[in-house]
């Protein structure tokens, strides 16, 4: 491997490598892999591209139940809880020390190493069912907006009262397929440029949507708002009314969710300056960039449509001229989500591949590495595990996605299952033992009362989004959902 090394074993529960102490040199970084070369900017696309997803299409919905003074409130709240979280998680990238302990190259190490392996297992179970969710609902959306192109077109040749309604099987299919191509991309290392054309569209797409909704107001068809959202008795009843609000904390929830991926992504990042200061400085960028887009789609959307805002802004069809405008947006859509797949995927392949590995060592199946070259250039390498494993898992996204589209509920529920235990808990909890942080001192007092608050928001969340689920199965069939 080069470079002077003093090598010594440190055997990880749960992982098969071995970690290494080397001087670092020009290839290769303190714990002898390739020179990580992420910087903060690179930092911030992959975040970018994990969190401006399909949440941000369901923001005005959400500002719609809980109208202007709950709408703004909670998105500023969400952001600055998301914030201050993250920051905690990337103070816990090396352990004991933050900036010259060991590396830990995934949540669940990350986890282990300040919590213990009971919680590793459950952050585990939490953290990889909370992405294969999102991959559902990524599947979902990115379908949605395949299906919105084809009625845009068909709204465009016959008429806005027309009766254009298409299954949405074909398209997840075709998804499904073209994934799977994309999933033979290693790791997280040889995303950049992915997750860059991806988080250029996440901006392209939320300015349209901008955009229209603002053309919409300064044109005096705005709809009626209200500051608190829509109305009993008159938009909804009071029952509906709790539930909605329920639902729309949880896709504001899922809206600011990246801890599933952070230190994946902090795992890229070049180890001078020290990288969880860099990091620290990446979701800064990436949450007040989020932020402001998610406030402009929010509230622009929510004063365009009003009360009625439709749960996706750009696939709901408030909008239907300039059809080649939505038509353009909706492809963006695609390419994000595209992109956004597999920066979330990546944990899940990762941990599946690392347990193949430990378990048969030996086996060419998992291990070994065919070069694909052109004019005796190596542009690809094959690894038959990669391609079986990934494909598998890529079907099974595919199918589960088919048999529940339920777009809104679906983003509610994710949000709420993923937020707390995630996104708080786990930061909160491996911030305090790092720091070793005095039980019933303030600082831990102020802390445990936000986690607290936020596992109560979240259990809302779930209720809401489970009642959603369950209304939404009355009127549809699994498989044969149309839009």
Not at 50 to 75: C, D, E, K, P, Y
Not at 383 to 406: D, E, Q, Y
Request: glycine fraction near 8%; include cysteine; charge should be positive.
């Amino acid at each position: 491997m080069g470079g002077t090394r003093d090598e010594y074993f440190q055997h990880g529960v749960g992982q098969m490598a071995v970690s290494y102490k080397f001087a670092e040199d020009d290839e290769y970084d303190d714990d002898g892999k390739p020179k990580r070369t992420g910087t903060v900017w690179t930092a911030s696309a992959h975040i970018i591209t994990a969190i401006i997803g399909s949440g941000v299409l369901s923001l005005a919905w959400a500002t719609a139940q809980l109208g202007w003074l709950g709408g703004i409130a909670t998105l500023v709240i969400f952001s600055g809880i998301t914030l201050f979280t993250s920051n905690l998680l990337a103070d816990c990238y090396r352990s004991p020390d933050s900036v010259t302990g060991k590396r830990n190259y995934t949540l669940m190490e990350e986890v282990q190493a300040n919590l213990g392996r009971s919680m590793c297992i459950a952050c585990g179970i939490v953290q990889y069912a909370n992405l294969s969710g999102f991959l559902i609902g990524y599947t979902i959306t990115t379908s949605m907006s395949m299906v919105a192109i084809h009625k845009s077109n068909c709204f465009h040749r016959k008429g806005h009262d027309a009766s254009c309604t298409f299954s949405s099987n074909p398209y997840m299919i075709g998804l499904g397929i073209f994934e799977v191509f994309l999933s033979q991309i290693p790791s997280f290392h040889k995303l950049t440029w992915l997750s860059t054309v991806a988080a250029i569209m996440s901006f392209a797409y939320s300015s349209i949507g901008i955009g229209l909704s603002l053309a919409r107001i300064i044109s005096g068809k705005g709809g009626r708002t209200t500051l608190t959202g829509v109305e009993v008795g008159i938009d909804v009843s009071s029952p509906d009314k709790i539930w909605t609000v329920f639902r729309a904390l949880g896709d504001i929830a899922f809206a600011y969710s990246f801890a599933q991926v952070l230190v994946e992504i902090q795992d890229t990042l070049k180890s001078k300056p020290a990288e969880n200061k860099v990091m620290k400085k990446a979701n800064t960028i990436a949450v007040f960039t989020t932020t402001a887009f998610y406030t402009l789609c929010g509230c622009l959307g929510y004063a365009a449509f009003g009360n009625s805002a439709p749960g996706n802004m750009l696939t709901g069809f408030g909008f239907y001229e300039p059809f080649w405008l939505v038509d353009l947006a909706n492809i963006f859509i695609v390419i994000h989500l595209l992109g956004a797949y597999q920066v979330l995927a990546q944990p899940v392949y990762g941990m599946f591949e690392t347990l193949a590995r430990e378990k048969w060592p030996d086996s060419k199946f998992v291990k070994a590495e065919y070069p694909i070259k052109i004019s005796n250039k190596t542009v690809f390498t094959f690894n038959k595990l990669r391609f079986v494993g990934r494909s598998i898992f890529v079907v099974i996204v595919t199918i589960l996605a088919m048999a529940m589209p339920f777009f809104n509920d679906i983003l509610a529920l994710l949000g709420s299952i993923g937020f707390w235990p995630l996104t708080v808990y786990i930061p909160i909890e491996m911030y305090i033992a790092q720091k070793n942080i005095k039980r019933r001192s303030t600082k831990w007092f102020m802390l445990q009362l936000l986690s607290m608050v936020c596992l109560l928001v979240s259990l809302a969340a779930a209720c809401g989004s489970i009642q959603g689920v369950g209304e939404s199965l009355k009127t549809s069939k699994p498989f044969q959902y149309k839009v």
